[in-house]
C-alpha cells in the first residue's frame, strides 16, 4: 500500500511539473482515422482536468502515415504528441532523434508496464523508451456462434477436428472460413493466426536464441498444413479476395469463420450487431499441444523531441498511460490496453485476455521488421505464391533465411 501511495504521488508530482503556466495549443497525430470519435472524447476529459492545454487531433490514411509522419519531424514540422508504431516501425524515427525519450520519471505510470509491452517501444540498443504502449492485437480464429450451434460445433481440440469441422460446414453450405489474400498483409494474418501452434514454443524459442531458421521443419509443415486449409476450406477464388471484401463475407453471415486479430471484434459487431462471436487459438497437431496465439504491441503515444510545447506534451502523455485512460480506451473502443489494472466489461474482451496467456509473439513483426527485405514482406509475398500453386513450404523457409541473412545476424553463419 505504501508503495502504491509513493508511486500515485510521483505521478501528481510529475504532471503537476510538467504542468504548464501558460496556454499551450498540442497537435496530436495518428493513423487511427476510424477512432477519431473516441479520441475527441478522450481529449474533452484531459482538457477539463488541464486548463490550459488544448489538443488538436489529426488523423492520416494508415499506410501512409509512417512516410507522412517521418517527413514531417525531417522537416521541423511534425507534432507535438504522434502515435507510433512498434518494434521496427518505432526504431526508424526513433533512432532518427525525432523522439523525447520517456521514463519513470518522466512517466511515472510505466513503472508498471508489462516488460514486453515496453520492449516494443524501446530501442534494443540500449534500452531507452521512446512511447507509451496503447495497445496489444491477438491472432487467433473468430467464428460465428449461432452457425456452430445450429451445426453442433465446438472448438477444436486438434488439428484433425479443425478439419471435420470445416468439412461440415462445407456440407452445410456455409463457407468455413472467410478470409481472402489479396490484401497482401492478410498472407501474414493467416499464416501465424493458423499456424502459431503448428509451430510451437520450442521453435520460437530456439528461433531467437539462433539455434534454428525458417528451415525448420516444425515451421515449413506449419506452412504446408495452413496451406491444405486454405485449399479446401477456403471461399473458391480466395486468393482474388480482398480484405473489406473477406470481413463483409463473414459479418453477413455467408462463413463461419474468420482468420484474423482481436482488432476485428469491434469491426464485425459494427457492420452487423445481432452476430454472435466466439473465438479460439487454432490447435496443434495434438489435443496435447499447447494452444498459442499470436500476440503483438500495436504501437505506442510520443513526444516530439524538438516540440515546443514539450512540457504540455508530457502532461498529455502521462494521461494517456493513466488507468483512467486505459479503462475509457478499453470501453470505448474494445481493444486491449495495455496499461495495467484495467479490466475488461465487454466479455470478448476478456477471453481475448485470457487467451493471451499463452501466446507467441506475432512472429514477422515482432523480430524480422529491423531491416531490409522485412520478413513481412518476405511472408506475405511467399504465402501468395503457396496459395497459387506456385512454390513449395521447404521453398519458402529456404528464401525467408536467405532473404533475412542481409540483416540479421544469426542466419549469416
Partial sequence: ??????????????????????????????????????????????????????????????????????????????????????YGGLENVASAGYLEPLSAESVPALADFAEPALAAESMRSDGTIYAVPFASQTQLVIYNKT?????????PQNWAD??????????????????????AWQNETVTFGLGSSLMGTDFYNE???????????????????????????????????????????????????FIGGSYELANFTAQN????????AAPGETAADEKLVGLYFDGGYAVNAASANKDAAITFVNYLASQEF???????????????????????????????????????????????????????????????????PAAIGETLTTGLAAWYEPFQD
Fill in 1 to 86: 500500500m505504501k508503495k502504491n501511495v509513493i508511486r500515485m504521488s510521483a505521478a501528481l508530482g510529475a504532471v503537476i511539473i510538467a504542468a504548464p503556466a501558460l496556454a499551450q495549443d498540442l497537435t496530436f497525430w495518428s493513423w487511427r482515422q476510424e477512432d477519431r470519435a473516441a479520441y475527441e472524447q478522450f481529449i474533452e476529459t484531459f482538457e477539463a482536468a488541464n486548463p490550459g492545454i488544448t489538443v488538436k487531433f489529426e488523423t492520416f490514411e494508415a499506410t501512409n502515415y509512417n512516410t507522412i509522419l517521418s517527413t514531417a519531424l525531417a522537416g521541423g514540422t511534425g507534432p507535438d504528441v504522434m502515435m507510433v508504431r512498434a
Fill in 147 to 155: 452457425i456452430f450451434d445450429e451445426n453442433g460445433l465446438e472448438e
Fill in 207 to 257: 528461433l531467437i536464441a539462433g539455434e534454428t531458421d525458417f528451415t525448420d521443419e516444425r515451421f515449413t509443415n506449419a506452412l504446408g498444413a495452413v496451406n491444405d486449409i486454405a485449399q479446401a476450406y477456403f471461399a473458391d477464388g480466395f486468393i482474388g479476395l480482398d480484405y473489406p471484401s473477406a470481413q463483409q463475407l463473414f459479418s453477413s453471415g455467408m462463413a463461419g469463420m
Fill in 326 to 392: 486505459g479503462q475509457a480506451f478499453a470501453n470505448t473502443l474494445n481493444n486491449i490496453s495495455t496499461i495495467p489494472g484495467v479490466t475488461f466489461d465487454n466479455p470478448l474482451l476478456a477471453e481475448v485476455a485470457e487467451l493471451n496467456q499463452s501466446s507467441i509473439p506475432y512472429l514477422m513483426l515482432a523480430h524480422f521488421r529491423y531491416g531490409e527485405p522485412s520478413g513481412s514482406v518476405l511472408i506475405q509475398s511467399e504465402m501468395q505464391k503457396l496459395f497459387a500453386g506456385e512454390t513449395e
Fill in 273 to 280: 450487431p445481432d452476430i454472435e462471436l466466439g473465438m479460439f
Fill in 162 to 183: 479443425l478439419e471435420a469441422l470445416s468439412q461440415t460446414l462445407l456440407d452445410a453450405g456455409v463457407i468455413p472460413f472467410a478470409n481472402g489474400t489479396a490484401t
